[in-house]
């Protein structure tokens, strides 16, 4: 198996096995590495681009602005860069909701079930990975909801697993698109787009989170 790694990495970082290996293995191997952002699927490694400035920016906010959310109202906690198992599957979003009734799910190096909520953040190589592939894994693992956040076109698009355990699309009214998972939480699609971002302490305001 041949796979493209960043010719800026140190070399002994970008040796990636041939051979397919198992879900075990791979989590040995991956907490053995220190710089690459790699995910696992059916037996094969999948290294990931480095995030640009922008990318991690909005992730950082993003992060902030749940934290502060989820923390204030009790609903439970954020994570980002751990692994999420599934079944065939070793993914990293870049963040995710576990709720309060749900925490038994967070092991101390994965997450070992699905998220309440997922939010990927689409780069220059993740647009069929974000969009197509983990849409599906994610639909089909019980993620209660996903994000996925496209800086580059300025869309961001929000699915809620139905009863009928599909994603069903959650539109945005008035420049809102409200949670599914999360009581009164909500973003605005215009928030995202803005250089710098909007200021945390206004947003809160707005939603009613006492700093």
């Not at 689409?122 to 994610?138: A, C, I, M, T």
Request: net charge negative.
């Amino acid at each position: 198996m041949t796979i493209a790694t960043e010719s800026d990495l140190p070399a002994q970082q970008t040796v990636v096995p041939e051979t397919e290996m198992t879900a075990d293995q791979f989590e040995v191997w991956a907490f053995a590495q220190e710089l690459i952002r790699c995910e696992w699927v059916e037996g094969k490694i999948v290294l990931m681009a480095p995030v640009t400035d922008w990318h991690n920016n909005l992730n950082v906010w993003l992060i902030t602005l749940l934290s502060f959310f989820v923390e204030e109202r009790d609903l439970g906690i954020v994570r980002f860069n751990m692994l999420f198992r599934m079944p065939g599957r070793r993914r990293i979003p870049d963040l995710f909701i576990i709720k309060r009734e749900n925490l038994a799910r967070l092991k101390p190096t994965a997450l070992d079930g699905p998220a309440d909520l997922a939010i990927e953040i689409v780069s220059q190589d993740s647009g069929s990975r974000d969009w197509r592939e983990k849409y599906l894994e994610y639909e089909a693992g019980g993620v209660g909801e996903y994000w996925v956040i496209d800086p580059a076109s300025q869309v961001v698009e929000c699915y809620a697993l139905g009863a009928d355990r599909r994603f069903h699309p959650n539109t945005a009214k008035d420049d809102k698109i409200a949670s599914a998972v999360l009581p009164d939480f909500y973003l605005r699609p215009s928030w995202l787009w803005q250089n710098p971002l909007p200021r945390m302490a206004g947003i809160l305001r707005e939603m009613g989170v006492t700093l």
